[in-house]
């Protein structure tokens, strides 16, 4: 079965500062790979997603991740991160039949 | 088009106490999931639904149950509740194979649950 590993529970930056979320995938093969945000109380929405192609994927809210299959990652990244963006944040990989297999989480806490 | 709506937002139910959650989604997808959601957890997989009529289970299905006898909607049941079920459920739809569609689940704003 696959697994995801986000290694920081918890990640503290200053507004301005810039952030990267670490997510590490098992998988043989080239994985489906996603990033979704959760606000406080609310659902799940996507940032972005990675099939195939580009190794440097773009999302919403300026946040954008790279594929590196050497190292089995997949890390979010945010070059000035801003007061609204602390939540916290999974990456997931798909399964046969389009089911998701998410990792622990990450807490972003920003610092004004 | 209100996406995927979950019915209650709360409840706290005593240990033995049986409920049915209601997810609805507007958007004509095939496939639905049930998650839960625990603290340093991330979101776990307990039954999910290619299509009408069809469940299956997920990672963590003991003690659910569920059905989708229409399209739209998929119930999750607790036939006798644990405090080990207190948790954020989310249930989620996609509908892989369309053009453009790109996999993406789109997720309820969750059920907070808790039993006593």
């Known amino acids: 079965a696959q697994s995801v590993t986000q290694p920081d529970i918890h990640i503290t930056v200053s507004e301005g500062a810039s952030l990267e979320l670490r997510c590490n995938y098992s998988y043989g093969a080239t994985p489906y790979l996603f990033w979704y945000v959760q606000s406080p109380g609310q659902g799940l929405q996507l940032l972005l997603k990675y099939f195939s192609g580009d190794t440097l994927v773009q999302g919403i809210k300026g946040f954008e991740a790279e594929f590196k299959r050497s190292q089995s990652s997949f890390n979010l990244r945010k070059p000035s991160v801003h007061w609204s963006d602390a939540a916290e944040y999974f990456c997931a990989s798909m399964e046969y039949g389009n089911k998701l297999v998410f990792g622990a989480g990450t807490i972003l806490r920003v610092k004004s | 088009n209100a996406g995927v709506t979950q019915t209650p937002k709360f409840r706290v139910l005593k240990t033995g106490q049986s409920m049915t959650l209601l997810c609805a989604q507007d958007m004509n997808h095939e496939y639905m999931y049930w998650y839960r959601q625990d603290p340093g957890m991330g979101l776990r997989l307990i039954h999910y639904s290619v299509g009408e009529g069809t469940t299956a289970k997920g990672e963590v299905p003991d003690g659910y149950n569920v059905s989708r006898l229409k399209k739209q909607n998929f119930l999750l049941g607790l036939e006798s509740a644990a405090p080990s079920q207190t948790s954020v459920y989310f249930c989620?739809?996609?509908?892989?194979?369309?053009?453009?569609?790109?996999?993406?689940?789109?997720f309820g704003p969750g059920t907070r649950l808790t039993v006593t």
């Open positions: 989620a739809s996609t509908a892989p194979g369309l053009a453009g569609d790109s996999y993406e689940q789109y």
